[in-house]
T-cell receptor
Framework: NAGVTQTPKFRVLKTGQSMTLLCAQD?????MYWYRQDPGMGLRLIHY???????AKGEVPDGYNVSRLKKQNFLLGLESAAPSQTSVYFC??????????FGQGTRLTVV | QQPVQSPQAVILREGEDAVINCSSSKALYSVHWYRQKHGEAPVFLMI?????EQKGHDKISASFNEKKQQSSLYLTASQLSYSGTYFC??????????????FGQGTELSVKP
């Protein structure tokens, strides 16, 4: 009963490098989300998806891209990492009219 | 567009009560409440839906005023385990905001012995 799984859990990038964060859920949820969490800022929505093949911008989408080719997976990409993208990233999923389930987070440091 | 939470922080003694408020500038379909311990993922507490439906924790209660676009979380007879950061999340519904679920900045709650 895995729930929501994020990989990797930790990563250090150099400025300008690219990477992809993977979120996988096994609950057949329609909605999936990527958030970033910085001290004092709460959880800020980067991008989200309401179903396979669809994505939409959240509150802080600049510098990130996403894809949802399969219903169970939601990928977050950083094409050219910047120090301002140092953060903890959380993925979440949910059904309509129901609560969200969160992954354990990815701690990303860009140096 | 982030919902606004108040207070930003609160310190309690074990057994005391607390109220955390959440308000939005947009019409709401549902309000979610989560608690996050340091270094961990947020954990679901309550969901309140337009029309009065609720689901959640049996020792924590909450209210949802649809007209005022506000929700409050009531923590009674607090325990040490209640310490953490509390977040409210708001959803405008499938028509207004699609699937967008956005969170407030959090309320840090500390319960002391």
């Amino acid at each position: 009963n895995a729930g929501v799984t994020q990989t990797p859990k930790f990563r250090v990038l150099k400025t300008g490098q690219s990477m992809t964060l993977l979120c996988a859920q096994d609950m057949n949820h329609e909605y999936m989300y990527w958030y970033r969490q910085d001290p004092g800022m709460g959880l800020r929505l980067i991008h989200y998806s309401v179903g396979e093949g669809t994505t939409a911008k959240g509150e802080v989408p600049d510098g990130y891209n996403v894809s949802r080719l399969k219903k169970q997976n939601f990928l977050l990409g950083l094409e050219s990492a910047a120090p301002s993208q140092t953060s903890v990233y959380f993925c979440a999923s949910r059904r309509d009219r129901a609560e969200a389930f969160f992954g354990q987070g990815t701690r990303l440091t860009v140096v | 567009q982030q919902p606004v939470q108040s207070p930003q922080a609160v310190i309690l003694r074990e057994g005391e009560d607390a109220v955390i408020n959440c308000s939005s500038s947009k019409a709401l379909y549902s309000v979610h409440w989560y608690r996050q311990k340091h270094g961990e993922a947020p954990v679901f507490l309550m969901i309140l839906l337009k029309g009065g439906e609720q689901k959640g924790h049996d020792k924590i209660s909450a209210s949802f005023n649809e007209k005022k676009q506000q929700s409050s979380l009531y923590l009674t007879a607090s325990q040490l385990s209640y310490s953490g950061t509390y977040f409210c999340g708001t959803w405008g519904g499938p028509i207004d905001q699609g699937g967008k679920l956005i969170f407030g900045q959090g309320t840090e709650l500390s319960v002391k012995p």
